[in-house]
Every structure is written in C-alpha cells, then in structure tokens.
C-alpha cells in the first residue's frame, strides 16, 4: 500500500510561486510514474503533470505548460511540482497520484480513473 502526503500549498498573490511535495510512506515511488492532478471547486479533477520514474519524461497541461515544473529526488520517493506565474485560476487544491500500471514502464496517464493511490491533497489559492 502507498501512502501519499501532499504539502507546499497556501495563500500566494498572482504572480507568485509556490513549490508542492509529495511524500511517499508504506513503500517507496521507486519504478512508479507519478500525476499531479488539480479540483478546483464545482469542477471535475483534471490533470496537471506527470513525470516517469526515471524522471526522464515529463508531462503538462497545456493550462500550465511554461510555468510548471515536475520533478522527482533522485531516491524517488518524494515528487515535487514547481508553480510559476501563479494565476487565480490556478486556486484548486492539488493532489499527487501513482499506480502501479506505470511500475517501470514510460506511461504517464492523464485520466485520473488511471491512478490508485492518492494523497490528501493541499490547498492552493491565488489571489488576483
């Protein structure tokens, strides 16, 4: 079993980063692709990014392609998401996610129906 602990989250102005972890517990992320998926409040959950569990292949939504960076410690059991040029659209609260469909394959799957294990999500919010 996977446990997965997010945190990073808050209160930042338009403009202004933030940088997301995500913590493995109960077995490592090692071999595992990881998502990072968004829900914003009366919308459905949607993808954000995704890395490979060589870190060699990395996946974003066109929303924020440019201002977002994922990456994984080279241990791999902690995945972050670098948040650039935040905007108030951006305000959801995020969530990481693995499955073991990806263990030592390149996929990396948008459709969060895809993923297994999920942390409890952090809040982001923007204010304009």
């Known amino acids: 079993q996977v446990e997965l602990v997010e945190s990073g989250g808050g209160l930042v102005q338009a403009g202004g980063s933030l940088r997301l972890s995500c913590v493995a517990s109960?077995?490592?992320?090692?071999?595992?692709?990881m998502g990072w998926f968004r829900q914003a409040p009366g919308k459905a959950r949607e993808f954000v990014a995704g890395i490979t569990w060589t870190g060699g292949r990395t996946l974003y939504a066109d929303s924020v392609k440019g201002r977002c960076t994922v990456s994984r410690d080279s241990a791999g059991n902690t995945v972050y998401l670098q948040m650039n040029s935040l905007k108030p659209e951006d305000t959801a609260v995020y969530y990481c996610a693995s499955t073991a469909r990806t263990m030592y394959t390149g996929l990396i799957y948008y459709s969060s129906a895809q993923y297994d294990y999920w942390g409890q999500g952090t809040q982001v919010t923007v204010s304009s």
């Open positions: 109960g077995r490592t992320l090692s071999g595992f692709s």
